[in-house]
């Protein structure tokens, strides 16, 4: 063949490439034909300090990475999420990332990026889905393995009968559904252990201090709140003090992020225990993403380093505190 026909035909080739824009394995990125890659991010929203820390981690994180970040805050509805992906799918971006407000319902709409050739990163959350080819790659924490953590503090440092308040996390969330699950794993080596009123607060603080007041009224000997998030264990806090009560004495609270507010209330004694979730998570979803619009192989699961902390271990790890 001619090397001018040759010539002519990767022309074409090329051109077909470049207009058909869109991300997908493989693409060198630059949906705007700049070079640079576009992530369209949606987040849950903005109800709690964790919350707050990812939001800076993602969008700083791009800025360093160079990756134009298209952001929506969906205000905690999976409505808004589905729209916001709609709408990245139809600018065309390189990659698609998200925390999925709720576990499930999510199979059309990444059904829908992936012919379209846009990968998607779940990002903090997950989705419950048998198709795993809907998404690249997860990256979080092991929720279940947080509430094995706190369990297991409390199985530690209690002794005889126990009565659990729970203040569960936003209802169909991950965080929520499986720090229930570790929880409940561990302690039923305590039989006298006892979950006695089980609630959502939605992480919220507003919704913690809702739902600990009913519990307070409607439930006889409090011993312990375990709450899936610093926020409404905070919230628990303003609660219990209205009652009249010693929050971290009359009632032991161990929760779940080590934010700053709830480091602040364990190093002053009012939280007994927290279980690090740690939110920095936009460096590494960068990094990720850069290798996903790349058409690189990534581990289908990415989870992050985590700890748990004391009320001294939190008096030490409180001026070095980033969020
Ligand atoms: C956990 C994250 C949870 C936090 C809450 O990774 O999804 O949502 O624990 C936040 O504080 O609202």
Redesign the pocket.
């Known amino acids: 063949m001619s090397k001018k026909i040759t010539a002519a035909i990767g022309a074409v080739l090329l051109a077909a490439l470049a207009a058909c824009g869109g991300g997908g394995a493989g693409a060198a990125g630059g949906s705007q034909g700049d070079g640079k890659i576009t992530m369209g991010f949606s987040q ?2 903005a ?5 707050t820390a ?1 939001t800076k981690s993602v969008q700083d994180a791009a800025k360093s990475a160079g990756i134009e970040l298209q952001f929506s805050d969906a205000q905690q509805k999976q409505e808004n999420q589905l729209k916001a992906i709609r709408s990245f799918i139809q600018q065309k971006v390189d990659v698609i990332a998200f ?1 999925p407000v709720v576990e499930t319902g999510w199979d059309a709409v990444l059904l829908e990026a992936k012919r379209a050739g846009i990968p998607v990163i779940l990002t ?2 997950a989705i419950d889905s048998d198709d795993t080819s809907l998404y690249a790659t997860f990256l ?2 092991d ?1 279940v393995e947080e509430g094995r953590k706190a369990g297991k503090w409390l199985v530690d440092n209690t002794q005889g009968a126990v009565n659990v308040v729970e203040l569960q ?2 209802t169909g ?3 929520a559904i499986d ?1 229930k699950e570790g929880f409940e794993e561990v302690i039923a080596a305590r039989p006298d252990i006892k979950v006695v009123a089980t609630q959502s607060g939605d ?2 603080r507003a919704g913690g201090k809702q739902v600990m007041e009913a519990f307070l009224k409607s439930t006889p000997d409090i011993d312990v709140v375990y709450a ?4 409404m264990g905070l919230g628990a806090i303003e609660a219990i003090k209205a009652a009249g009560k010693k929050p971290g004495v009359d009632i032991k609270i161990i929760t ?2 080590a ?1 700053k507010d709830g480091m602040q209330a364990l190093a002053n004694g009012e939280i007994n225990f927290i279980v690090e ?1 740690n ?1 920095l998570l936009g460096d590494q979803l960068m990094d990720l993403a850069k290798k996903v619009v790349a058409g690189q192989e990534v581990p289908k699961r990415v989870v992050t380093e985590e700890t748990t902390f004391t009320p001294e271990q939190a008096k030490a790890a409180l001026p070095e505190r980033q969020y």
Not at 47 to 51: N, P
Request: charged residues 25%.
């Open positions: 849950v929203g109800e709690s300090g964790w919350r990812n925390s903090d959350r979080g924490s929720f996390g936003t969330a991950a965080p720090r992480f919220t899936h998030n610093d926020d779940v992020d934010v979730c939110p």
